[in-house]
């Protein structure tokens, strides 16, 4: 069964610092798609961003980058010059078109990072 | 402004009792998806439904209920089968292939009076 592991369950950072946010999954499907949803406390999930198993070029988009290195079955997001705003839980997750039944409709979502950006 | 709608925000069940969840999408997306956080846990698939009148259990469906009787809505029932339905319940909704991105609404979180 598909899975993923997001081994930091919790991590504090000053404003300004740069923060890595670990993410490693595992699927036996060659079709994938990864997912990043960051939950502000208002609690609603807001997608960030989406990767297919074909593209592993690194994306960059403002302060946020990510790294999707299929050798290690990882796809890390990295916030540069953190923010408070920064502040939130946040999730990888991940589809895969044979161990959905067909149809990339089952999402899997690891257990999230508390990310906490301190003034 | 488009969206999806949870309501409502805070719910209160009694032992035995059947409470339902609403969720109303006005995005005319084809899929729609509930989906449990527990403190810890990540988010956990209940139920989905790719097209009206059809739906599809996740990884734990036992002690919910869903109906998809129109495009726009998806409610959730938690019936009195369900031994801990203390948590947040968030809707989801996707267009088109299902490795679209989800958008979710802003949760319900439902307690044991």
């Known amino acids: 069964a598909q899975k993923v592991t997001q081994a930091q369950t919790e991590i504090s950072v000053v404003e300004k610092e740069d923060v890595t946010l670990d993410c490693v999954y595992e699927t036996r499907d060659t079709t994938y798609y990864l997912f990043w949803y960051k939950q502000p406390p208002s609690g609603e999930l807001v997608f960030l961003i989406r990767?297919?198993?074909?593209?592993?070029q690194n994306e960059i988009s403002g302060r946020y980058s990510w790294n999707f290195q299929k050798s290690t079955s990882s796809f890390n997001f990295t916030i540069t010059a953190s923010q408070v705003v920064d502040s939130a839980v946040y999730f990888c997750?991940?589809?895969?078109?044979?161990?959905?039944?067909?149809?990339?409709?089952?999402?899997?979502f690891g257990k999230g990072t508390l990310l906490t950006v301190n003034p | 402004d488009g969206g999806i709608t949870q309501s409502p925000k805070y719910l209160f069940r009694k032992e035995g009792q059947n409470v339902t969840l609403s969720c109303e999408q006005n995005l005319n997306h084809d899929a729609m998806y509930w989906y449990r956080q527990d403190p810890g846990q990540g988010l956990r698939l209940i139920y989905y439904s790719q097209i009206v009148n059809d739906f599809q259990k996740g990884d734990i469906a036992e002690g919910y209920s869903v109906s998809r009787e129109k495009k726009e809505s998806f409610p959730l029932t938690v019936t009195s089968a369900q031994k801990n339905p203390t948590a947040f319940y968030l809707c989801a909704s996707s267009g088109g292939a299902g490795y679209q991105p989800q958008h979710f609404g802003d949760g319900t979180r439902l307690s044991i009076l």
């Open positions: 997750a991940l589809t895969s078109t044979w161990e959905s039944g067909g149809s990339n409709y089952k999402l899997t």
């Open positions: 990767r297919n198993s074909f593209d592993e």
